[in-house]
Nanobody, 119 residues
């Protein structure tokens, strides 16, 4: 059974940093695009960042967030700096065949990890 397990969420003050991790199990995801999405209460799930051999970012996080992957550890990371109140959301790790910003293009999803930014 394929699982994506996220970790690293929590409560942080505005301006602070967090690093999320996603560790796929049951399959090697080195050939997959790995991505992060987020969903705030009452809002649709939205693209944050994705990585293959290149990376892509939503405009709202560009310059503050960095996505990276360690294929040897089969892990993808999202380093989040200069966090803002509007970054508060459940963050989901996803895997799919192509780099995309579209939710439905991803086949595998984690359970999500809560990130809360306080003032």
């Amino acid at each position: 059974q394929v699982q994506l397990v996220e970790s690293g969420g929590g409560l942080v003050q505005a301006g602070g940093s967090l690093r999320l991790s996603c560790a796929p199990s049951g399959r090697t995801f080195s050939m997959y695009c790995m991505a992060w999405f987020r969903q705030a209460p009452g809002k649709e799930r939205e693209f944050v960042a994705a990585i293959t051999w290149i990376s892509s970012y939503a405009d709202s996080v560009k310059g503050r967030f960095t996505i990276s992957r360690d294929n040897a550890k089969n892990t993808v990371y999202l380093q989040m700096n200069s966090l803002k109140l509007e970054d508060t959301a459940v963050y989901y790790c996803a895997a799919g065949p192509l780099l995309s910003t579209v939710v439905t293009d991803y086949n595998y999803w984690g359970q999500g990890t809560q990130v809360t930014v306080s003032s």
